[in-house]
């Protein structure tokens, strides 16, 4: 069983950065695609970024192109999502998700993630 907690939410100003975490236990790190998820009160969960197993690949929505940067450390067991130039549009509950794979891709789909943290609270103030 896979564990995933995320911390590192948070209020910020428009404009500003944050980093969140996710912390993973339970299985080998490596065999699992990750990515980062938000949601809105009253909104469907909607997909922001993804990384390969072995972090040699990453996609981001359009989005959070350009300001939003996905890594892992392995050795540390993981997740980051760094956020810069944060905007009110970006006001969200944040999850990691995690989905055990033997092919070295990505996924944006929520379906196809077996195992989600609790979500941390990203608040922009303008």
């Known amino acids: 069983q896979v564990q995933l907690v995320e911390s590192g939410g948070g209020l910020v100003q428009a404009g500003g950065s944050l980093r969140l975490s996710c912390a993973v236990s339970?299985?080998?790190?490596?065999?699992?695609?990750m990515g980062w998820f938000r949601q809105a009160p009253g909104k469907e969960r909607e997909w922001i970024t993804s990384?390969?197993?072995?972090?040699?690949?990453?996609y981001y929505a359009d989005s959070v192109k350009g300001r939003f940067t996905i890594h892992h450390d392995n050795a540390k067991n993981a997740l980051y999502l760094q956020m810069n130039s944060l905007k009110d549009k970006d006001e969200d509950v944040y999850y990691c998700?995690?989905?055990?794979?033997?092919?070295?891709?990505?996924?944006?789909?929520?379906?196809?993630?077996?195992?989600w943290g609790q979500g941390a609270q990203v608040t922009v103030s303008s």
């Open positions: 990384i390969s197993r072995s972090g040699s690949r990453t």
């Open positions: 998700a995690a989905v055990e794979t033997v092919r070295d891709t990505y996924y944006t789909e929520v379906g196809k993630y077996e195992y």
């Open positions: 339970g299985r080998t790190f490596s065999s699992y695609g």
